[in-house]
């Protein structure tokens, strides 16, 4: 019987030769990721109930993403609550705003491929950008693995998205997953796994390939995944780590469906205020004026999104009454913007550098928004109140719709800017 | 497995983790965040509620962040069940996880806020009690039974712990 990449990764970490969609096992976890929001202040009072204590502190990577830097008391005190279990359990990997937890699982090449990996988190997803399957859980099944070690699943269907063609210029990765959100709905992926391929994505580098895996969360799915190729083979190896490409799924492998798309018909989109898969055309987004522009997250505040901004704002100032802020990924992401000069151009036009972490992404760092603000975000997410006051309206779009509309005080197409640019 | 009877109250698709439980809130405790539930799309709702009602929702209910405060949440606040025409998978995981049960019936939009329901998950079914009118649901496989059966993930993982069950 033939499997998809999926179903072999799952077999494997299950002791089975074969596993179909829905069956249901247990499965041994190996490697697992929680952060100082999810993590020890939920899980630490459970462990001490049960009298366990973390199943392997080599395999539990934690880090300390959302209330970095600490805004008062309250967040100050959760931080000490994860160093405190961090020193408790010896845990080896521990990371306090050093950046956020996906983009340090992905730039540490804490993942390989062909793991099953678990994380604390529904943005956990984005390390299959690395060939491992990668799946986002809640607090209480984070416990369970780290006191036991093991989980367990429901085998998803797998489903093939297939992205023939080239990315067009001043198109990126979100635009091409914001498209596929608003074409199959923010439950259109439900429960299954979006295995990536095309010529589009293996001229992709890993940054951008990662906006496609985390924006996985935002279509309702298990997991998302790309097998290793050579790219994949490139970047493990600039970090002193021997892999070969695959696994695969099998040639024969069934899979539910497969999304085609043509990367050169892609266009700049945005997502309008409150639905993520409410999607339209940058172009036609009515010329919406903004007060904030806001380059942050996992999903977009990485060099490669910082890069691209910058090409928009080059020579450029922000237009008056817009605060652009840009909270890089990591602080090795702000590290490469000040040593090639990306960092200088944000400044120059006006950016704001905010520190590393979630920040206002999740409605709980710097730079939350207050009623009647209205923002464009590199971010994944916009359901009512999630940046801030349940009052403002959050957009989001790519790097170069959210710079381009800093610069025009409203919602344009980046093209507009950048042709005039060349 | 149980028979949960409770009054309905309606919600539609997509009910977001940012509105069930807003990120703001996420600092605090418990019964503090429970004050707040449903304030997103319907504020007031905890003071509304009477311990063992029943949430029926469209499709997608819980889309989101991982957040377990929102169905520990909707617990606290006295919700006994949830039915819903799909869940978000991680909600779904952490429904279970927490002992509240999650029941994927197909046909929520012809059941009414305010009606009486009778959901018995064992025979995967959900009865409109002023009706008489019966809803197929989805059915729980056993590993996951088992641990709605044990009060939630972590009373199960005392139990294996303590070597009542393997």
Redesign the interface.
């Known amino acids: 019987m033939s499997m998809t990449l999926a179903e072999k990764i799952i077999a494997r970490a299950g002791g089975r030769d074969l596993v179909e969609p829905d069956d249901v096992l247990w499965v041994d976890v190996d490697l697992a990721m929680t952060h100082d929001s999810s993590g020890p202040r939920r899980i630490w009072p459970s462990l001490k109930e049960l009298g366990v204590g973390v199943w392997d502190p080599d395999k539990l990577i934690i880090v300390a993403d959302h209330f970095v830097p600490a805004q008062d008391v309250g967040s100050a005190r959760i931080l000490q609550t994860t160093r405190e279990f961090v020193e408790a359990y010896g845990i080896t990997r521990f990371h306090e705003a050093e950046g956020i937890s996906h983009t340090m699982m992905v730039e540490r090449a804490y993942v390989r491929p062909g793991m099953l990996y678990v994380g604390g988190d529904s943005h956990s997803l984005t390390a299959g950008v690395l060939g491992c399957l990668a799946i986002g859980v809640g607090s209480t099944d984070m416990l369970g693995i780290v006191a036991t070690g093991r989980t367990w699943l429901r085998v998803p269907r797998t489903i093939r998205v297939q992205i023939d063609g080239s990315m067009p210029t001043a198109v990126a990765a979100k635009d091409l997953i914001l498209t596929i959100i608003g074409d199959q709905g923010m439950d259109g992926g439900l429960y299954r796994v979006l295995e990536f391929g095309g010529d589009a994505i293996t001229e992709m580098d890993i940054q951008e390939r990662s906006v496609l895996t985390n924006m996985c969360a935002e279509i309702g799915a298990k997991s998302g995944i790309v097998p290793a190729d050579a790219t994949t083979v490139a970047y493990l190896a600039d970090r002193g780590i021997d892999v070969s490409e695959g696994p695969f799924s099998d040639p024969d492998a069934v899979f539910e469906a497969t999304w085609r798309y043509d990367a050169s018909e892609l266009l700049p989109v945005v997502a309008r205020p409150h639905k993520h898969d409410d999607v339209v055309p940058a172009g036609d987004a009515g010329y919406a004026p903004v007060t904030r522009a806001y380059i942050g997250a996992c999903t977009g505040a990485k060099h490669a999104d910082l890069v691209m901004a910058a090409q928009v704002l080059a020579g450029r100032t922000v237009a008056p009454g817009v605060l652009l802020q840009v909270a890089p990924a990591s602080r090795a992401t702000l590290q490469e913007a000040i040593e090639d000069g990306t960092a200088e151009t944000l400044m120059a036009a006006g950016a704001h550098i905010l520190s590393t972490g979630c920040g206002a992404c999740p409605g709980i760092g710097s730079g939350v928004l207050a009623p009647g603000e209205v923002c464009i975000s590199t971010t994944s997410r916009n359901a009512r109140g999630r940046m801030g006051s349940p009052e403002a309206e959050v957009w989001l779009g790519s790097p170069y719709s959210v710079a381009a509309a800093a610069i025009a005080g409203q919602i344009i197409d980046p093209r507009e800017l950048m042709a005039a640019s060349v | 497995m149980t028979v949960i009877q409770g009054n309905v109250w309606k919600f539609g698709d997509?009910i977001?983790t940012?509105?069930i439980v807003?990120?703001?809130y996420?600092?605090g405790d418990l019964p503090e965040i429970a004050a707040h539930v449903m304030e997103?799309?319907r504020p007031g709702f905890a003071d509304l509620v009477s311990t063992g009602d029943v949430i029926v929702g469209g499709?997608?209910f819980g889309?989101?962040?991982?957040?377990?405060m929102a169905p520990r949440a909707i617990q606290a606040a006295g919700i006994a069940a949830i039915v819903a025409q799909?869940f978000?998978?991680?909600f779904f995981?952490?429904c279970i996880?927490?002992g509240l049960v999650p029941i994927e019936c197909a046909t929520t939009g012809d059941i009414a806020e305010g009606q009486r329901v009778r959901i018995d998950t064992a025979a995967g079914e959900v009865v409109v009690v002023d009706t008489g009118a019966t809803h197929r649901a989805l059915g729980l496989?056993p590993?996951?039974g088992a641990i709605l059966e044990a009060g939630?993930?972590?009373p199960l993982?005392?139990q294996?712990?303590e070597g009542k069950i393997s």
């Open positions: 997509n977001d940012d509105v807003p990120g703001k996420l600092i997103g799309v499709k997608n889309t989101g962040s991982s957040r377990e799909s978000a998978r991680i995981r952490n996880n927490v496989p590993e996951i939630g993930l972590e993982l005392k294996q712990i």
